[in-house]
């Protein structure tokens, strides 16, 4: 266990990192950042930062011999370097190469019998348009690693789509498009004691790839298949003996629940979680990471929604404080610019 003044690490240094930080803070643990960009809004709220590359191997033991604990924030994190953290990391790296790779990903989801969207490994434009021959179009090219909110991807309407596109050198996977009734995201928190618990799963809306609203309670179509969803999601944490907040996002079908993707992290999705539960995706995290008891994860109001404030939506901060039932988090970001995530604001119908 770890005990309250001790110090988490914290790979990463975004809005997830500040808020993570931030619920540790009221635990009583203090925080320090490990990021390779100067600008940081989770080390604004934290105790110490470490500004240094992921392969500086003498600024990150340093780091780790600081800290209690290590976490991360975001799942494109270098697995390499953490090898000499193994001890600390909580989730381990294990989840983080799953995550990493799409290919990957939607192959271990389906050797525990998920059921992902149809894909195939891309490596050139011969086997672009062999996939799309075999899967169909419409469909998504995306890059196997990296990329997020939309980024690093194509949509494409036919075959002739991949005559004319100029494929990065990157390994890619194709994805058949699937004909979908909503999406909605399944968190849950595992201790190290191996208790699992969920929150309820939110409706998510997203717009040019980046969520926009996650509701509570999410319609009947996401409800009917909350639980065969869950059951994956535990299958998936207990197959990576995972410790903290896991996300998995699914698309609701006439078939059931098909899995998207997964994040290893806490999750945009969750963010109503602060004020909409009576404990936080946040805390909780934090709660299993330092072997701390689970808290309860019940909501505390009767609805909720959260809405992502992109790029100059933050603009009209004063208006959104204007109503009191809505709650604002701004992210501390600088500069505001178009699909950037500047801060989210959530509304409870008590």
Not at 168 to 180: M, R, S, V
Not at 242 to 263: D, H, I, Q, R, W
Not at 313 to 328: F, G, K, Q, T, V
């Amino acid at each position: 266990m770890i005990l309250p003044g001790e110090t988490i690490g914290i790979l990463g240094g975004g809005q997830l990192g500040r808020m993570i930080a931030t619920a540790a803070a009221q635990l009583g643990y203090r925080c320090h950042i490990f990021a390779p960009e100067a600008d940081s809004v989770a080390a604004e709220v934290s105790a110490a930062f470490t500004c240094a590359d992921w392969h500086y191997r003498e600024a990150m033991a340093a780091f780790a011999a600081q800290c209690a604990v290590i976490t991360y924030e975001f799942e494109n994190v270098p697995v390499t370097p953490l090898a000499a953290l193994e001890c600390k990391l909580a989730p381990g790296a294990r989840a983080l190469e799953v995550a990493q790779d799409r290919l990957a990903e939607k192959l271990f989801v389906s050797e525990l019998g998920g059921t992902p969207a149809p894909f195939a490994s891309v490596d050139g434009n011969a086997d672009l348009r062999s996939a799309i021959e075999q899967i169909g179009a419409p469909g998504i090219l995306k890059t196997r690693r990296d990329g997020y909110d939309g980024k690093g991807q194509w949509r494409l309407s036919a075959l002739e789509d991949a005559d004319s596109l100029d494929l990065p050198t990157t390994p890619l996977i194709y994805e058949g498009f699937i004909d979908f009734e909503a999406e909605f995201s399944v968190i849950l928190c595992r201790g190290q004691d191996r208790e699992v618990r969920f929150w309820n799963s939110a409706e998510n809306v997203h717009k040019g790839g980046i969520l926009a609203t996650s509701t509570i309670p999410a319609s009947p179509a996401v409800l009917a298949q909350i639980d065969e969803a869950r059951a994956l999601a535990a299958q998936v944490a207990q197959a990576l003996d995972y410790v903290g907040v896991l996300t998995l996002e699914f698309f609701a079908t006439a078939n059931g629940p098909v899995f998207n993707e997964m994040a290893p992290r806490v999750h945009n999705s969750g963010h109503w979680t602060i004020e909409g539960a009576i404990t936080s995706q946040f805390e909780n995290h934090v709660r299993a990471i330092c072997g701390l008891p689970l808290g309860d994860t019940s909501l505390a109001a009767n609805s909720v929604e959260m809405r992502n404030l992109i790029g100059d939506d933050a603009d009209d901060w004063a208006e959104i404080l204007s109503n009191p039932a809505n709650h604002l988090h701004l992210y501390g970001k600088a500069q505001a610019r178009p699909g950037r995530k500047m801060g989210h604001v959530t509304r409870l119908v008590l």
